[in-house]
């Protein structure tokens, strides 16, 4: 089978090509991963800031830290 090479160049500059190929769509797959990332950080930075202030100053539904302020009064006063 005959080796197919339409831009006439050497095994080096075309191993060389395929490399940076490669390289720059791994680049590109992390840019795409991290700007992903980025905008769902964003959307919820903004649906916080949208929130009434009042719902900023509620208290934590779930009080898993208070109950272990108070085991830790308990342990300490006896």
Request: glycine letters at 4%.
């Amino acid at each position: 089978m005959k080796n197919e090479n339409i831009l006439d160049m050497s095994e080096k500059s075309r191993l060389t090509a395929d490399i940076t190929l490669l390289m720059l769509k791994g680049a590109g797959y992390a840019a795409v991963f991290v700007l992903a990332l980025w905008f769902i950080i964003a959307a919820m930075a903004f649906i916080g800031r949208i929130l009434p202030e009042e719902s900023r100053q509620t208290p934590d539904p779930i009080n898993r830290s208070s109950m272990m302020i108070e085991v830790i009064e308990d342990v300490v006063h006896v």
